[in-house]
């Protein structure tokens, strides 16, 4: 791993709210080395810098501060002028991002191959200005933290699950720490993401790779291990540190859970409520979200307003049916490694009941006038969309994956989309279809892409940005 040189990374922007005709965030600076701290003011004048972590020769700065809820406003940072578009009253511009990375190698590729779907996102907002950028999970690829030491490889490949002693676990848990502030001190030193993200307030949910490839659908002897407990501790204090600037004991009052087992939350602005579901903390082979996480959802929807609720749905919530290929597994020993791939989907029969309940509790709220609810999910590398029938009309679900993953082979495209010819009806009276993008012909397009969803004169519609394929039509929604 490359060592950063003394530098300041950031502002990182995080949404926090809207109150009292003033937007709240929170910028966050990566301070490596001894680099003199940055300076920040808003309209009102200077900003305090807080520390909020250190790791080696690492320190995170937070800066909380709230400008006008308006086009136009902005911060300085070092004396730099960064302006937002911070009207939500009027037309509003949503981009939405998942899987930023790549499981083997991430940090190693040509930054200007990797990032080509950022840089075409910053010249999009350069021309007109996006108010939220959407992260829908993945948003670094932590899996090779693992090589920080023998026995999170040994834990994870399952070579030897005999505990470590504390001794070892003090190391190994120091050790993951470095590496994933380094990892993420990196990412976010990319030119093309830090440019946006300094000018677009950030919302993000986590999903596998944020901790490791198929957290929460490994198996129970690998989740309940000192090294799972461990892997899982610091990812989690990583990921409310980097992506959500703040610490455990002090979560935004976006959050939806008290207790901090689900890292479910829920922000409003005028006529759109943002709820993100935490579909990783309590997973189990056996579920995807534990009794704190139903509840916090439940609880967002019923306080939802306005006429549209966005739910990100890290793993999509409509997809083929998955029944049959798990039903294969045992009969095809070389199948056998893809069990945790299918345990992650909701589509698993292993979820099926829980499935339902999520998707009923979805069309609850979408058949309560004015609301439409739409989902946005990324997780599979692959664009596509689906709706679930109602009384009410189509709730939609958006898929935008693999905003720099590469995309998977196109036969691995064109087998899925055979596989959703079949259908996958899991409520009586409420018909699953899943459908090629606009003017696409295949279910699924297999071209990292980037989705933005907008409303203008009180109309939702979206569009996908592909990147060999250019802009979709937009489709109303």
């Given at each position: 791993?490359?060592?950063?040189?003394?530098?300041?990374?950031?502002?990182?922007?995080?949404?926090?709210?809207?109150?009292?005709?003033r937007?709240?965030?929170?910028?966050?600076?990566?301070?490596?080395?001894?680099?003199p701290?940055?300076?920040?003011?808003?309209?009102?004048?200077p900003?305090?810098?807080?520390?909020?972590?250190?790791?080696?020769?690492?320190?995170?700065?937070?800066?909380?501060?709230s400008?006008p809820?308006?086009?136009?406003?902005?911060?300085?940072?070092?004396?730099?002028?960064?302006?937002?578009?911070?009207?939500?009253?009027?037309?509003?511009?949503?981009?939405?991002?998942?899987?930023?990375?790549?499981?083997?190698?991430?940090?190693?590729?040509?930054?200007?191959v990797?990032?080509?779907?950022?840089r075409r996102?910053?010249?999009?907002?350069?021309?007109?200005?996006?108010?939220?950028?959407?992260?829908?999970?993945?948003?670094?690829?932590?899996?090779?933290?693992l090589?920080?030491?023998?026995?999170?490889l040994?834990?994870?490949?399952?070579?030897?699950?005999?505990?470590?002693?504390?001794?070892?676990?003090?190391?190994?848990?120091?050790?993951?720490?470095?590496?994933?502030f380094?990892r993420?001190?990196?990412?976010?030193?990319?030119?093309?993401?830090?440019?946006?993200?300094?000018?677009?307030?950030?919302?993000?949910?986590?999903?596998?790779?944020?901790?490791c490839?198929g957290w929460?659908?490994?198996?129970a002897?690998?989740?309940?291990?000192?090294?799972?407990?461990?892997?899982?501790?610091?990812?989690?204090?990583?990921?409310?540190?980097?992506?959500q600037?703040?610490?455990?004991e002090?979560?935004?009052?976006?959050f939806?859970?008290?207790t901090?087992s689900s890292?479910s939350?829920?922000?409003?602005?005028?006529?759109l409520?943002?709820?993100?579901p935490?579909?990783?903390?309590?997973?189990?082979?056996?579920?995807?979200?534990?009794?704190?996480?139903?509840?916090?959802?439940?609880?967002?929807?019923?306080?939802?307003?306005?006429?549209r609720?966005?739910?990100?749905?890290?793993?999509?919530a409509l997809?083929?049916?998955?029944s049959?290929?798990?039903?294969?597994?045992?009969?095809?020993?070389?199948?056998?490694?893809?069990?945790d791939?299918l345990?992650?989907?909701?589509?698993?029969?292993?979820?099926?009941v829980?499935?339902?309940?999520?998707?009923?509790?979805?069309?609850?709220s979408?058949a309560?006038?004015?609301?439409?609810?739409?989902?946005?999910?990324g997780?599979?590398h692959?664009a596509?969309?689906g709706?679930?029938d109602?009384?009410?009309?189509?709730?939609?679900?958006?898929?935008s994956?693999?905003?720099?993953?590469?995309?998977p082979?196109?036969?691995?495209?064109?087998?899925?989309?055979?596989?959703?010819?079949?259908?996958?009806?899991?409520?009586p009276?409420?018909?699953?279809?899943?459908?090629?993008l606009?003017?696409?012909?295949?279910?699924?397009?297999?071209?990292?892409?980037?989705?933005?969803?907008?409303r203008?004169?009180?109309?939702?519609?979206?569009?996908?940005?592909?990147?060999?394929?250019?802009?979709?039509?937009?489709?109303?929604?």
């Amino acid at each position: 791993m490359t060592t950063l040189s003394e530098r300041n990374i950031g502002p990182i922007l995080f949404f926090r709210g809207l109150a009292e005709a003033r937007v709240h965030l929170a910028a966050l600076v990566i301070q490596c080395g001894n680099c003199p701290a940055p300076t920040v003011s808003d309209d009102q004048g200077p900003v305090t810098a807080e520390p909020l972590a250190r790791c080696g020769d690492i320190q995170l700065l937070r800066f909380q501060f709230s400008l006008p809820a308006r086009s136009g406003a902005a911060y300085r940072y070092n004396g730099a002028r960064y302006a937002l578009n911070a009207d939500f009253q009027n037309d509003v511009r949503l981009a939405f991002v998942a899987c930023n990375g790549k499981e083997r190698g991430d940090q190693e590729r040509d930054p200007v191959v990797r990032n080509v779907m950022w840089r075409r996102l910053g010249s999009e907002h350069a021309r007109a200005a996006f108010q939220l950028l959407l992260h829908g999970g993945d948003q670094i690829y932590a899996d090779e933290m693992l090589h920080a030491h023998p026995v999170a490889l040994d834990w994870i490949q399952r070579r030897d699950l005999s505990p470590p002693d504390a001794g070892t676990l003090a190391i190994l848990e120091q050790r993951l720490r470095a590496d994933l502030f380094q990892r993420y001190a990196q990412l976010y030193a990319q030119t093309d993401p830090a440019w946006l993200m300094a000018r677009v307030p950030s919302l993000c949910i986590w999903d596998d790779h944020d901790i490791c490839d198929g957290w929460g659908s490994l198996s129970a002897e690998q989740l309940d291990h000192p090294v799972g407990h461990t892997v899982f501790r610091v990812a989690r204090e990583c990921f409310l540190l980097f992506q959500q600037a703040c610490t455990a004991e002090s979560l935004p009052p976006a959050f939806l859970d008290p207790t901090g087992s689900s890292l479910s939350w829920s922000v409003q602005t005028p006529g759109l409520s943002i709820i993100a579901p935490d579909l990783r903390s309590e997973r189990r082979p056996d579920r995807v979200m534990g009794l704190h996480g139903h509840r916090a959802l439940r609880r967002a929807l019923h306080r939802a307003r306005g006429d549209r609720i966005l739910v990100l749905s890290s793993v999509p919530a409509l997809g083929p049916r998955l029944s049959w290929v798990e039903t294969l597994l045992p009969l095809v020993p070389k199948l056998r490694k893809y069990e945790d791939d299918l345990r992650d989907q909701w589509q698993s029969r292993a979820h099926r009941v829980e499935w339902q309940s999520f998707l009923r509790d979805l069309l609850e709220s979408h058949a309560a006038p004015p609301a439409a609810v739409t989902v946005l999910s990324g997780e599979i590398h692959l664009a596509t969309r689906g709706t679930l029938d109602s009384a009410v009309g189509p709730l939609h679900q958006l898929v935008s994956s693999g905003v720099t993953h590469p995309p998977p082979p196109e036969a691995y495209a064109r087998g899925l989309g055979w596989l959703a010819r079949f259908g996958a009806s899991p409520l009586p009276d409420h018909r699953l279809r899943l459908h090629p993008l606009p003017q696409r012909r295949e279910v699924y397009t297999a071209e990292r892409n980037y989705l933005v969803v907008e409303r203008q004169r009180q109309q939702w519609r979206a569009a996908w940005e592909l990147e060999v394929g250019g802009r979709t039509p937009p489709l109303l929604i």
